[in-house]
């Protein structure tokens, strides 16, 4: 499976973006989704997931109530809807697709996408 990430860019505090990540090579709907992030210097953590139906989705505590966490089988691709950024949210976001059950650590997924950048500065 290849996952490529996009829609990062630079927003102000407040402001909104829409990530996608679209998957090839492979059976799409069979694979549970997730988003990652880096921040500089600090290591790679959970942001959101979805299962392989769109039926559960799972949320950091961070930015829960914030961000969304979506998928469209028929187009192999998931989103993630990002409002009210703060500059904490600054970061690298990774995208991640793995044929298990929905999970929240990196350990949880086996494909990766190749990250997209995201700055919230005023």
């Known amino acids: 499976v290849q996952l490529q990430a996009s829609g990062g860019g630079l927003v102000q505090p407040g402001g909104s973006l829409r990530l996608s990540c679209a998957a090839s090579?492979?059976?799409?709907?069979?694979?549970?989704m997730g988003w990652f992030r880096q921040a500089p210097g600090k290591e790679r953590d959970f942001v959101a997931a979805?299962?392989?139906?769109?039926?559960?989705?799972y949320y950091a505590a961070s930015v829960k109530g914030r961000f969304t966490i979506s998928r469209d089988n028929a187009k192999n691709t998931v989103f993630l809807q990002m409002n009210s950024l703060k500059p904490e949210d600054t970061a690298v976001y990774y995208c991640?697709?793995?044929?298990?059950?929905?999970?929240?650590?990196?350990?949880?997924?086996?494909?990766w996408g190749q990250g997209t950048l995201v700055t919230v500065s005023s």
């Open positions: 991640a697709a793995d044929s298990g059950y929905v999970g929240t650590t990196l350990s949880d997924y086996h494909y």
């Open positions: 090579g492979g059976t799409f709907s069979r694979y549970a």
């Open positions: 979805i299962n392989w139906s769109a039926g559960k989705t």
